[in-house]
């Protein structure tokens, strides 16, 4: 498999940069943690984008609402993986025809089989699951395979594998594994222009979270007045002309927040901000876990009536 340049991984939103960085950096001991960590951020983000994406949709009319997804909305004591990956494909699913901010085009390169790297990645991971762990499930032989399938395959990997090892730290081809699941999900954000084009930003420390690491664009983003959240979508746009005076006509406006299942917060044991995915929410109080290879602390809750954003809508 041919590295990526520094440039190519560094495009991407931060957390995922983040671990794609991490998974090409381990050893073979570390490099199957970091690629299922790579798998997880890319499935938060996605998950984390089709609420925002159906929230915004179902209020201004566009569409109605997913009972399935506002059932899961609702439960969220203890969410894992298979949790986000519904989240995802409920949530884009039911925005498949919202053209809100050319959103509706994410919605079918997710669905939609491709040939390639998915594809080849999907076959010898299923293969692995099926000649060393047993594997009889749902998921089948495919000369073709979406981005959701991959994802989706890989928590399937995940259960069936913890359930076997029972203990154990490796079943003997993890390093197999990775390499494949590897290139898959490099494969994967390679076909879709969404993660390079539409960009993360942290408003409140205004910086963007695009690359390796945080930077302060020149000028600023601008974010409304009255925006909230620690994390905004924004959609793609030009790169500003220095050359001119700014025109507000022109600046750029978010899609919408990512809070509260993504929040970018301080990390103390870190001391340095981190992007953090929602672990759970307890009586109330949401638990966050950074999404850094350099962090997998607990980061600091939001304010309580904030964290029950998600309960009340759905």
């Known amino acids: 498999m041919e590295r990526l340049t520094a440039k190519e991984m560094y495009r991407y939103p931060l957390p995922v940069s983040r671990w794609l960085e991490a998974a090409w950096n381990a050893g073979d001991e570390g490099r199957h943690e970091a690629v299922m960590r790579l798998a997880d951020a890319v499935t938060f983000y996605l998950g984390t984008v ?20 506002s059932r899961s909305l609702g439960s969220l004591k203890r969410v894992l993986p298979g949790q986000w990956l519904l989240w995802a494909a409920r949530g884009l699913g039911a925005t498949a025809d919202d053209n809100a901010g050319g959103m509706e085009q994410l919605s079918a390169w997710y669905m939609r089989p491709q040939n390639g790297g998915v594809a080849e990645a999907y076959r010898g991971l299923r293969e692995v699951m099926v000649e060393r762990l047993g594997y009889s499930g749902e998921y089948g032989s495919r000369e073709t395979v979406a981005p959701r399938v991959l994802l989706e395959m890989a928590d399937q990997y995940r259960i069936i594998r913890g359930k076997r090892l029972e203990g154990q730290a490796s079943f003997g081809h993890d390093s197999q594994v990775a390499g494949v699941l590897l290139g898959g999900l490099e494969a994967l954000l390679e076909s879709s222009d969404f993660f390079t084009e539409y960009e993360l930003y942290a408003p409140q420390q205004r910086q963007l979270l695009m690359g390796a690491k945080p930077v302060t664009p020149m000028p600023p983003m601008t974010a409304p007045g009255d925006a909230e959240g620690t994390l905004l979508l924004y959609p793609p746009g030009e790169a500003p002309d220095y050359t001119k005076r700014p025109s507000l006509q ?24 981190r992007v953090g995915a929602l672990r759970g929410v307890i009586e109330g109080a949401p638990t966050y876990m950074g999404l850094d290879p350099e962090c997998g602390h607990n980061l600091a809750a939001m304010e309580q009536e904030d964290a029950t954003i998600i309960e009340d809508r759905a």
């Not at 750029?252 to 870190?270: E, G, T």
Request: hydrophobic share 40%.
């Open 50 to 69: 089709a609420v925002g994406h159906y929230y915004q949709a179902l209020y201004t009319g566009q569409i109605e609402a997913d009972p399935t997804l």
């Open 250 to 273: 022109n600046e750029r406006a978010p899609l919408f927040p990512l809070d509260p299942l993504l929040i970018y917060a301080r990390c103390d044991v870190c001391d340095a901000y």
